[in-house]
């Protein structure tokens, strides 16, 4: 989430209760036993770690200052080494708006405690302790004193017992310290409620890689709702994942990459349950790694050599699959394989023609070009999804059109072209079925079929021999089902 513009106006905490602890950091707030002396305000730096990032408006304390004085000493410890008129000078650890206010109402000095001997820690611990107890500090604010404090090695549970905060509303103070500062201030500008940086800080911890998605979904404009909603789902997955994969690893069975299982047999049809094959010296598992599907989805549990292993349901099955195919002949094998060539080549040809079409100068071509376009828009604008195809590969020497507006069409082509079947199993499929998806696919490609002769196309012979199987099965007229 892209950093903005942090609000002047301060989003206050919940004060903590007064710590009744007796420790070195809370005493030195206590003046009683301190000497007060007055330090120039020239001698006085602001603390580095200070949780509190914004003094605010000092215009009616500096106001106030001007007519009574400062009324409650600053705490000081020793800073660096100075030089020339202030050769010492002092850090403040509580009183940095006081210290401000003087300096703004044009008092020279003002009454501090110098602090001997205290650790970082020490500081670090009554700067946030007096700021909580003023009610003074943005969550935000809180959560970096209290990551500071985390960092100089102090435990949760004595972080909660030295704010007087919860153990749980500790922890959520530093999950949110780490989130980034876009963050921060869209919770600042109220652009985002408190509880959902905290769910972003919840899933950041979680998966870092689930977290980043996110971020990138957010910067790209997605609702936050759904976005969360989703990367809640990918940890479900993440975490079923890890679970499934200590599983597969503790069955022994030997893990195998794609190609390997390319020539592995699957051991379900063969009726063997992967807990009864995992003595088999042919026993393998595969796992894909798609991520929009769980591990456990895309594990096959295979054997590498059936044949020799498990004979006898080898055979069977080879005998069934035979009787499956009712005695298809070497020729009508050979016949779907052509089939198959045509249809691929087929597609390869009409896009190469439509890409050339789009990109090349010629008498005609815009008229061409326009009828295609005109169905593009159609497609586009009709009440269905689709995806552009600007990840298909053009033919070698062509790019893009820079035209928008054609490079658009051609985008939507792929997608078009998807009514039209690619392999025979397709092509049969559609023009067999009466359902009324196949019976739309055969009506679109019959359409499609005629913006591209009104183009100027030829069609190709397994084209027009499509063409005549589709259009006697479900004739079309003209106002037929769009592509």
């Not at 069975?253 to 003595?279: M, S, W």
């Not at 559609?430 to 009324?436: A, D, E, G, W």
């Amino acid at each position: 989430m892209s950093p903005t513009t942090t609000s002047k106006k301060r989003t206050p905490v919940k004060a903590a209760e007064p710590s009744m602890s007796k420790n070195t950091a809370v005493d030195a707030l206590a003046p009683a036993s301190a000497v007060l002396r007055e330090i120039s305000v020239d001698q006085i730096d602001s603390h580095p770690s200070n949780p509190r990032r914004e003094l605010g408006d000092l215009s009616e304390l500096a106001a106030s200052i001007r007519e009574q004085g400062i009324l409650e000493p600053v705490l000081l410890v020793p800073g660096a080494q100075g030089s020339g008129k202030f050769p010492s000078r002092y850090t403040v650890i509580a009183g940095h708006r006081r210290t401000a206010a003087a300096r703004e109402a044009g008092v020279a000095t003002v009454p501090a405690i110098i602090r001997e001997g205290m650790t970082e820690a020490e500081q670090l611990e009554v700067m946030l302790v007096e700021n909580l107890h003023r009610s003074d500090l943005t969550v935000f604010e809180e959560a970096h004193g209290m990551r500071g404090l985390f960092d100089f090695g102090m435990k949760r549970t004595e972080i909660a017992k030295r704010t007087g905060r919860a153990i749980k509303t500790v922890g959520q103070r530093l999950a949110i310290a780490d989130l980034p500062a876009g963050v921060e201030a869209s919770v600042a500008n109220k652009t985002m409620t408190l509880d959902e940086a905290i769910t972003l800080a919840d899933i950041a911890g979680r998966n870092k890689g689930v977290y980043d998605d996110l971020v990138a979904q957010l910067d790209a404009g997605e609702l936050r709702a759904w976005a969360i909603n989703r990367a809640f789902q990918s940890l479900d997955r993440l975490g079923a994942d890890k679970e499934w994969m200590k599983y597969v690893d503790s069955t022994g069975v030997k893990q195998i990459d794609i190609e390997a299982r390319r020539t592995a047999t699957d051991i379900k049809p063969l009726g063997i349950k992967p807990d009864a094959h995992t003595a088999c010296p042919g026993a393998a598992v595969y796992v894909a790694t798609a991520s929009y599907w769980t591990k456990k989805e895309q594990t096959d549990w295979v054997c590498t050599d059936p044949a020799t292993h498990h004979p006898e349901v080898w055979e069977k099955l080879q005998a069934k699959r035979t009787a499956a195919y009712g005695g298809v002949s070497e020729e009508e094998r050979e016949a779907r394989a052509q089939l198959d060539a045509d249809l691929e080549a087929a597609v390869a040809a009409r896009w190469s023609w439509i890409c050339h079409l789009f990109t090349e100068a010629g008498t005609g071509r815009d008229q061409a070009r326009s009828i295609i376009v005109a169905a593009a828009v159609d497609y586009a604008t009709d009440d269905r999804c689709f995806s552009l195809g600007e990840g298909s590969t053009l033919p070698d020497g062509i790019n893009w059109p820079k035209d928008q507006a054609l490079a658009l069409a051609l985008a939507v082509v792929p997608a078009i072209d998807e009514c039209v079947p690619a392999s025979q199993w397709s092509y049969g499929n559609i023009v067999r079925s009466q359902n009324t998806r196949d019976v739309t696919a055969r009506a679109a490609a019959l359409k499609w079929f005629k913006v591209l002769e009104a183009a100027g196309y030829t069609l190709t012979d397994v084209e027009v021999s499509m063409r005549e199987a589709f259009d006697q099965a479900a004739p079309v007229d003209e106002g037929g089902a769009a592509a």
